[in-house]
C-alpha cells in the first residue's frame, strides 16, 4: 500500500505530463499499482486505519500521484445525495464520451492528496458524465470493459482523478462563485446548499482529498 511519503505532491513535473495509455492485458506491475492505489483509498476510510498509517484521507488517487505515468485511478466514495450509494472504481484507461451542458461544483471546494497548501474557490464540472473504461475487480481478479453513468459527487470525483491523466490539478480551475454566476453562457449550480447557520457537512463528503 501507499503511505504519504509516496504521494506526488504539486511542484514536481509528472503531474503535468499526459499520461500513456496502459497496455492490456495488464502486467504484473501495472496490477501492483493498481491495487496499491485500491489499497489506499480504502484503508482511507477508516479513521483509525488513517491515523495507524499517517495517511491523508481520499475518495480518489491517481497513478502520476504514486509517480507513474499510466492512465489509471481508483476511487472510494459515497454518494451523499443518493442514499449513501458506494463507489468503488479501479479505473483502466478511461474516456469520457459525453458531458452535460449544465455544470456542478462543490461551495465547499476540492482537495487533493497532491495539493498540500490551502486554497480558494470552486471547480464547475459537468454534472453528468457518460464514460467508457476497463475496471479492474480486484475480488473476482477480473477486467472488463463498461460504460459508466455518473452524476453529482461521483461524476466531480470522476473528473477530477480523469484530469490527473492529462496532467491537469483542481487549483488550474478555480473559480470564485460570482465569476461563475456571472458567466451567463453556462448553467451552474452548487451540488448542495449551505446556510450560514448549518453546520459544516461532514469533510468526507465535502473536501475530503483527490
Known amino acids: 500500500m501507499y503511505l504519504e511519503k509516496n504521494i506526488t505532491k504539486e511542484g514536481n513535473p509528472i503531474l503535468r505530463r499526459k499520461c500513456e495509455p496502459v497496455k492490456l492485458p ?3 506491475e501495472d496490477l501492483e499499482v493498481l491495487k496499491g492505489l485500491h489499497e489506499y483509498e480504502v484503508v482511507s476510510q477508516d479513521d483509525e486505519l488513517v491515523k495507524k498509517y499517517g495517511i491523508r484521507p481520499g475518495v480518489g488517487i491517481a497513478a502520476p500521484q504514486v509517480g507513474v505515468n499510466k492512465r489509471m485511478f481508483a476511487i472510494e466514495c459515497d454518494d451523499f445525495l443518493d442514499n449513501n450509494k458506494h463507489y468503488s472504481l479501479c479505473v483502466v484507461n478511461p474516456e469520457i464520451v459525453e458531458k452535460s451542458r449544465e ?4 461551495p465547499n471546494g ?3 492528496l497532491s495539493v498540500d497548501r490551502d ?3 470552486v471547480v464547475a464540472r459537468p454534472y453528468k458524465i457518460v464514460v467508457k473504461t476497463y475496471l479492474y475487480d480486484f475480488e473476482k481478479n477480473k477486467l472488463q470493459f463498461k460504460t459508466l453513468r455518473l452524476e453529482g459527487y461521483p ?4 473528473q477530477h482523478e480523469y484530469d490527473h491523466l ?5 487549483v ?5 462563485v460570482e465569476e461563475l454566476k456571472a458567466d451567463k453562457t453556462k448553467v451552474t449550480f452548487p451540488l448542495y446548499t449551505v446556510e450560514e447557520d448549518d453546520e459544516e457537512l461532514d469533510e468526507e463528503t465535502t473536501q475530503k482529498d483527490e
Not at 461524476?155 to 470522476?158: H, L, R, S, T
Open 103 to 106: 455544470l456542478t461544483y462543490l
Open 110 to 112: 476540492e482537495g487533493c
Open 172 to 176: 488550474d480551475k478555480l473559480q470564485t
Open 119 to 121: 486554497t480558494c474557490g
Open 155 to 158: 461524476a466531480i470525483v470522476f
Open 26 to 28: 495488464l502486467s504484473s
Open 166 to 170: 492529462d496532467g491537469i490539478l483542481f
